[in-house]
């Protein structure tokens, strides 16, 4: 081909790697080119080195992998489009008429190349690119997988399919899908081989892999079509009541009553164990037709934590071989706890997709953290003092409304582990809570008020 081939190569901090990726980008054989720098305000001297070679730069303020890449192709004028990493250095001169050799042919809309580990690269990148880029070129049309670290494609069918903008991740992936569902298909070509130092891990990054599944998720075409993903769940749910002291009553009220009755109206609930320090709430637990188990003195201590005592509940009844998958934690101070939220929690921690759900409430208060000299607005949005969107979101857990976790957690006392949800809550009567006899009698009395006014 000898249509003019436009790079768009998106930069943030790349200073150990444009030199290299542009002098290879340069030595290039049998292409006419053109460079377009993307840069996503670089801090360091990437900039600089870009501007030693003969390329175009241009700079955006918000950064999503998709529209760095529509903002890149836009302003650019070749008929052929090269989507290259930063961080990615072409290994020969043929990489790129090798890349865009396969696009002659009308069926193929996109076509992605192979990558290799450098000499220095992490173990597990090693791992992961020799296993998932092979040494052989193949065609997919069923398959939508699609690598813009080292892809290319037409300009014009870039206009009938644009980079999703939205997206936070796998722009790429999306764009595929759209091909393979269009009727066309994805070339990989081994020949156009590119240094990839960091892989397609990311360093691990939990965060990040949580925000790549739950949009591979959304894409119907990588779903297995299998039914049976039920042999997979979770099927048995213990829940736990820790109550330090007597239960609370007032009159007719007993806040234990009501824990109970939400816990079972979810008919999600195998056994509901009441753990407690103090025989009167023990009694009370017997007269409500759940069993109790009574806890030491030395796990009611001011320092003992709730991991100790679910801990120690568990521990007993693994002993008598009562095995549960799943553990839910209500404590009695939540009166007004939603039924169906309790039941979507359940149904959504049975579903096996989380270690952690927890209930949560959105602070949309201006919040303030640290000592009482030194405050710093942690989050909030108020017109007393007005915070960027990126700074609203204030979780505060409600731990005691409704905790889900696995044994496993409960072992390691960490209930809090890397694969965590958090449901927030939105009523705030729901998640009004009530520690005491007197602080029940007063709401009660309350309410009794405001219902006679």
């Known amino acids: 081909m000898n249509k003019l081939v436009s790079i768009i190569i998106r930069t943030k901090n790349e200073e150990e790697w444009i ?121 997919q049309s069923v398959d939508s997988f699609f690598h813009n670290a080292n892809s290319a494609f037409l300009k014009s069918t870039w206009i009938r399919f644009p980079f999703c903008e939205e997206s936070t991740n796998i722009e790429d992936r999306i764009w595929g899908e759209q091909i393979i569902k269009s009727g066309l298909k994805i070339a990989y070509v081994s020949e156009a081989c590119v240094f990839h130092w960091h892989g397609v891990n990311h360093g691990l990054d939990r965060k990040r892999a949580k925000n790549i599944a739950r949009i591979l998720d959304k894409i119907s075409n990588l779903k297995p079509q299998v039914d049976n993903y039920k042999n997979l769940k979770a099927s048995t749910c213990l829940a736990i009541i820790p109550i330090k002291g007597e239960t609370v009553c007032f009159q007719e009220i007993s806040l234990l009553e009501k824990t109970i009755n939400t816990l079972k109206s979810t008919n999600l609930v195998n056994e509901i164990i009441v753990s407690t320090d103090n025989e009167k709430t023990a009694k009370k637990a017997k007269e409500l037709g759940v069993r109790f188990l009574m806890r030491p003195d030395s796990l009611s201590r001011s320092n003992t934590s709730l991991a100790e005592v679910l801990n120690f509940t568990l521990e007993k009844l693994e002993q008598k071989g009562e095995f549960y998958d799943i553990v839910a934690v209500a404590e009695e101070i939540y009166p007004f706890r939603n039924k169906d939220i309790v039941k979507n929690m359940i149904e959504l921690m049975l579903s096996g997709k989380s270690d952690t759900i927890y209930a949560a409430w959105e602070e949309k208060r201006i919040t303030w953290y640290g000592t009482k000299d030194e405050l710093e607005v942690l989050g909030g949005n108020s017109w007393i003092i007005k915070k960027s969107k990126n700074e609203d979101n204030v979780l505060t857990s409600l731990s005691g409304y409704l905790l889900l976790v696995k044994p496993s957690q409960i072992r390691k006392k960490s209930l809090f582990s890397s694969v965590t949800e958090a449901y927030v809550i939105k009523d705030p009567i729901a998640v009004l809570a009530i520690h005491s006899q007197s602080e029940l009698e007063g709401v009660v009395n309350h309410f009794r008020k405001t219902i006679n006014f």
């Open 19 to 139: 030199s290299k990726c542009l002098k290879s980008v340069f030595a290039q054989k049998d292409v006419k080119i053109e460079v377009i720098i993307v840069d996503n305000k670089s801090s360091d001297t990437t900039l600089l080195r870009a501007r030693e070679f003969d390329v175009k730069i241009i700079e955006i303020d918000k950064y999503l992998p998709g529209l760095a890449l529509n903002y890149g192709i836009a302003n650019s004028n070749g008929e052929i489009i090269c989507c290259l990493s930063g961080h990615c250095v072409p290994t020969d001169e043929y990489w790129l008429s090798n890349l865009i050799k396969p696009l002659s042919n009308k069926k193929i809309a996109g076509t992605y190349g192979r990558q290799v580990p450098t000499e220095n690269s992490d173990p597990l990148d090693v791992r992961d690119l020799v296993m998932l880029f092979r040494n052989e070129s193949f065609v």
